[in-house]
């Protein structure tokens, strides 16, 4: 029963912004929304994660829509070291539920 | 700082054999512990999470079991392996709601 759906893959080039949408329409109001990346054979890697105000960090930033049913992790500017699985996720009750991902690849 | 530590990094266990995996965080009190499972070329599958001491939720039915024996470690548990038990393990841990989910480098499971 995933609670956010994403685009199985997209492609960006090297050295120019990336949009990562994520749809979570049956978010509530104290769901917290966590984005995660997974490089092959290896744990998944915080990105990072908010509430309801658009949230910036080192690594990327995340726009929240208002009514908080979706959400867009910003990568600003792709690198090689970026492609992978990036998980949307909802922090529900004390349960990370994680959806199918968006395997992101960078072309040089 | 926190870390946590999960072994062995591989096992190849045959159907019918035990299972015991083991997951430790340091640096912390009372985290939130979970299992999760992945499947070759798939998502993360909830398998148990333990918000305290004995204190164990299951999301999945099967043959697998989790304890948790002191407030910081978490044991994955199979009595009779199954094949459908081959996987990618990982074991996370994150102090509250507000806080990142932190993994472990994970347990592949091969079981032939």
């Known amino acids: 029963d995933a609670k956010t759906t994403q685009p199985n893959s997209m492609e960006s080039n090297e050295e120019e912004p990336v949009h990562l949408p994520c749809n979570h329409s049956t978010i509530s109001g104290t769901d917290y929304i966590h984005w995660y990346r997974q490089l092959p054979s290896q744990g998944p890697e915080y990105v990072i994660h908010g509430l309801t105000s658009n949230v910036n960090n080192r690594m990327a930033s995340l726009a929240i829509a208002e009514d908080r049913k979706s959400s867009t992790l910003i990568l600003h500017r792709a690198t090689l070291r970026d492609a992978a699985v990036y998980y949307c996720i909802l922090f529900v009750g004390n349960q990370f539920y994680f959806g199918t991902g968006t395997s992101l690849t960078v072309i040089p | 700082s926190q870390t946590i530590h999960q072994w062995p990094a591989t096992l190849v266990q045959p159907v019918g054999s035990p299972l015991s995996l083991e997951c430790t965080v340091e640096?912390?009190?009372?985290?939130?512990l979970y299992w999760y499972r992945q499947a070759a070329g798939r998502g993360l599958q909830l398998l148990f999470y333990?918000?305290?001491?004995?204190?164990i939720s299951s999301e999945v039915p099967q043959n697998l079991s989790a304890s948790r024996p002191q407030d910081r470690q978490f044991i994955l548990s199979s009595k009779k392996l199954l094949l459908s038990d081959s996987g990618f393990y990982l074991c996370?841990?994150?102090?509250?709601?507000?806080?990142?989910?932190?993994f472990g480098n994970g347990t592949r499971l091969t079981v032939t």
């Open positions: 640096g912390t009190s009372n985290p939130n």
């Open positions: 333990s918000v305290g001491i004995g204190q």
């Open positions: 996370a841990w994150t102090r509250d709601r507000v806080s990142p989910l932190h």
